[in-house]
């Protein structure tokens, strides 16, 4: 994304829909013997697990099992505020070899994630019928201009390769979700996946949903706070469970051209170390 203070971000390699970082989710079903998480909830993150205070069937329960980065370019940014804590974490891990590990510690700090994050939730039902999920939204709760005056950690080189079957855009018109097809290399398409798809969730089973939710360079963006809705039916009847982030929104932003950029430098060391830049565009 490239504008007047804002700072330019990646788009996304292969994509159709012009300029996208995407969004994406994966699904996969487990059978009753357990669920199938992909890793732990980092620090900062509690488990968010719906719940019927009445000790009734609960016709759709959405567990959080982790929030990470997203899959192409692991980054985070802290507001000027923040400045202290992020000064601390570069001092304290000033090569990158674990951008993974090192995102999840900035997030749980109070950084936002940078163009996007992947949250990953498993759905399962009390009731004896299936019950199924025919859409997964995002719902803003707070959107303010880009971060100014803070600072962009960019993680990794950003040359991840994602594996995604569906991609929500969080700042477009259209948000999708949007069907990713297989070509040489993942493509986002024009399609909604939901006008092609369903998620079953049927009696005994967990669906583990993997959502990536990124920002699209070719509109405007800023920083986001929100939550995930996931609208089902069952014996036709139609209702939706939220999904958050331990009791709090999930946070993502872009940062201003003010912000002071970290990133590591390309030499023939690995890992690599860390610079610190001034002014992110």
Not at 100 to 106: C, D, H, N, P
Request: charge should be negative; charged fraction near 20%; hydrophobic fraction near 45%.
């Amino acid at each position: 994304m490239t504008g007047e203070g804002q700072s330019s971000t990646p788009p996304r390699r292969g994509s159709r829909l012009p300029l996208i970082f995407a969004v994406t989710m994966g699904l996969l079903l487990t059978v009753p013997v357990g669920i199938w998480i992909f890793s732990a909830v980092g620090p900062g993150v509690d488990t968010t697990v719906t719940e019927s205070p009445s000790g009734e069937p609960v016709p759709l329960r959405a567990t959080l099992l982790d929030i990470d980065a997203n899959s192409e370019c692991p980054a985070v940014i802290f507001a000027a505020e923040s400045a202290a804590v992020a000064d601390a974490l570069i001092e304290e891990h000033p090569y990158a070899a674990d951008p993974s590990g090192l995102w999840t510690e900035a997030v749980g700090a109070g950084a936002y994630a940078a163009w996007g994050l992947i949250a990953e939730f498993s759905l399962q039902s009390d009731l004896p019928q299936q019950v199924t999920v025919f859409d997964v939204r995002a719902e803003v709760a707070a959107e303010s201009p880009p971060v100014e005056g803070g600072t962009l950690m960019t993680l990794s080189d950003c040359a991840g390769e994602g594996h995604e079957q569906m991609g929500l855009v969080l700042n477009a018109p259209e948000q999708g979700p949007f069907l990713y097809e297989d070509e040489p290399g993942k493509v986002l398409s024009d399609a909604e996946f939901f006008d092609r798809e369903s998620i079953p969730v049927a009696a005994g089973d967990k669906a583990t949903v993997r959502l990536e939710v990124l920002l699209d360079g070719a509109y405007p963006a800023g920083a986001y706070e929100f939550d995930l809705v996931v609208d089902y039916e069952v014996d036709g009847e139609a209702a939706s469970v939220v999904v958050d982030a331990g009791g709090e929104p999930f946070r993502i932003a872009t940062a201003g051209c003010s912000a002071q950029v970290v990133e590591p430098v390309e030499t023939v060391d690995r890992p690599l170390p860390y610079q610190v830049l001034d002014g992110a565009c």
